[in-house]
């Protein structure tokens, strides 16, 4: 089977492609941040409080870069870490004024974005996707 049809090479081809779209709008609209920094305002965005741990977990990437990438996102003032009561070693996440103000902002050019990316799929044609996407990650686990 020619590696173009296997449907694992699909998934991530498609990952990569909207990856780089993305970025490209990010950088064309003068963001100044990467498609993972989003990714992670998100995250914390919907899951306030949420530890360094839980946010790697919750992001699927290493917690080495979930330092540096929170690092930088403090850095821009769009996060903060708060120590987490009883345990010194941990922090709770927490989305400033400020990275609310900028998720607010570019959050209908996000939008537009994820519209395009299903324009011509049918409701019933991306629920069946999501349906089959879920059973693939789970064969996974």
Known sequence: MKIENVILFQIDKTSKIAKLYSQREFERLGMGITVEQWILL???????????????DKSLRDPASIT???DLLNK??????????????????????????????FMPIINNHRAKS????????????????????????
């Open 76 to 105: 821009k003032e769009f996060v903060e870490r708060k120590p987490v009561e009883d345990n010194r070693r941990q922090y709770s996440i927490c989305l400033t004024r400020n990275g609310k103000t900028f998720i607010d902002k």
């Open 118 to 141: 299903i324009d011509g799929i049918s409701q019933d044609e991306l629920n069946t996707l999501n349906r089959l996407l879920e059973k693939i990650q789970q064969n996974m686990y």
């Open 68 to 70: 540096r990438t929170l």
């Open 42 to 56: 998100k995250i914390i965005e919907e899951n306030d409080g949420l530890t360094q741990k839980e946010l790697a």
